[in-house]
């Protein structure tokens, strides 16, 4: 069964960094793009930063100059390094990918369970 494993989320303070770490569970045929996005209490679930298969990278303007998107074939992992971290980025992170199970199968896309990032005094 495939799924996507998260890691890397916790607490920590106003201008301190995490790392974010999403790795593709199971056997696949490729992963496109890949991405992560996050939901605040109260609010909907909102695009962080994309990055394709490629390496072509897409952000939030909230985010952009502070957070960076990448990943590793090898390995189906994706990364959201986070710097500079305000308490307005305090929400669930989740991680989604497009993977082909399959050679000759559409590609579907998944979500990761979610890891908590807060950031607070």
């Known amino acids: 069964q495939v799924q996507l494993v998260e890691s890397g989320g916790g607490l920590v303070q106003p201008g301190g960094s995490l790392r974010l770490s999403c790795a593709v569970s199971g056997s696949i045929f490729s992963a496109n793009a890949m991405g992560w996005y996050r939901q605040a209490p109260g609010k909907q679930r909102e695009l962080v930063a994309t990055i394709t298969s490629r390496g072509t990278t897409n952000y939030a303007d909230s985010v952009k100059g502070r957070f960076t998107i990448s990943r590793d074939n090898a390995k189906n992992t994706v990364y959201l390094q986070m710097n500079s971290l305000r308490p307005e980025d305090t929400a669930v992170y989740y991680c989604?990918?497009?993977?082909?199970?399959?050679?000759?199968?559409?590609?579907?896309?998944?979500w990761g369970q979610g890891t908590q990032v807060t950031v607070s005094s």
């Open positions: 989604n990918a497009d993977l082909q199970v399959a050679r000759f199968y559409t590609a579907s896309r998944y």
